[in-house]
């Protein structure tokens, strides 16, 4: 199910330079939203005609509330970045299929702007007694945001690239400087760090899933503005394609091309 909501801002605070983390109240989008989904926030300005789509970091189902944590890259969420507590937004939600959750050792990898959904993922593999859970976070540099609060479901592993903290280099980095393994991998990312997972996940025969980013329009399947190369004929097109927002964002690693 997914709903159209106008939904209040709870709270909004800044965690790093033009990294943002809002909590809104919603009526039903917290208690069906599930790790890995996404929803999609129309701006009060009506020259942004689409909606942004933002991944969902947490949901509180028993106070009906919802956390994104987004990068400000534009017009729409220089506009968020601005909202403070009693602001209504009009979103859209939840939307896309989330990380299919197993009961084995997991291997979180994110990068970027791919680490919020971690946060949600973490606390259900954690809820559903998953013990073995290794995080590992790709930074620019010292701004860690989440960090702290991932440390609370497993192991918190980073990299950054001007080396200040952790692992000087990627993610790929620092699981072979650490050696980790598991049984699951669950990642999301830029594209050059999903293809180095993904292969990864092939040579060491690891089950890996893979949330993609991409530029979305309407958020929901209709528009093929998001689509990627995928490995079977797709019942939508017929062709070698899958749509990131209605199919995904979620794909097992060998369903897609990177």
């Known amino acids: 199910m997914k709903y159209k909501e106008n939904v209040k801002v709870i709270s909004q605070e800044r965690l790093a330079d033009g990294i943002y983390s809002m909590w809104l109240q919603t009526t039903d989008i917290a ?29 509180d189902k028993e106070k009906n509330a919802l956390r994104i944590v987004y990068r400000v890259v534009g017009k729409g969420t220089e506009e968020f970045s601005k909202y403070g507590e009693g602001q209504e937004i009009p979103v859209l939600g939840p939307l896309g299929n989330g990380f299919f959750k197993k009961d084995k050792s997991a291997m979180l990898i994110a990068g970027g702007i791919g680490i919020p959904p971690m946060v949600e993922l973490a606390k259900e593999l954690k809820e559903s007694g998953v013990s073995d859970i290794k995080i590992v ?12 609060e991932l440390s609370e479901y497993g192991d918190v592993y980073a990299a950054t690239e001007d080396g200040s903290f952790g692992t000087k280099g990627n993610v790929i980095n620092a699981i072979e400087e650490n050696g980790l393994t598991g049984e699951v991998i669950y990642s999301c990312g830029p594209a050059p760090m999903l293809r ?32 990627c190369k995928s490995s079977e004929t797709d019942s939508h097109t017929n062709v070698h394609n899958k749509r990131i927002c209605a199919d995904g964002p979620v794909f097992y690693a060998g369903e897609v091309e990177l």
């Open 31 to 59: 208690r069906d939203a599930m790790a890995g989904q996404f929803v999609s926030l129309y701006c009060q300005d009506k020259s942004a005609l689409l909606p942004r789509p933002i991944s969902i970091c947490e949901a």
């Open 137 to 148: 976070l790709g930074y620019r540099d010292s701004q860690m945001f989440l960090k702290d």
């Open 196 to 227: 180095a997972v993904k292969e990864f996940g092939i040579k060491n025969k690891i089950e890996t899933q893979i949330s993609m980013e991409e530029r979305m329009a309407c958020g929901i399947g209709a528009c093929l503005a998001c689509v």
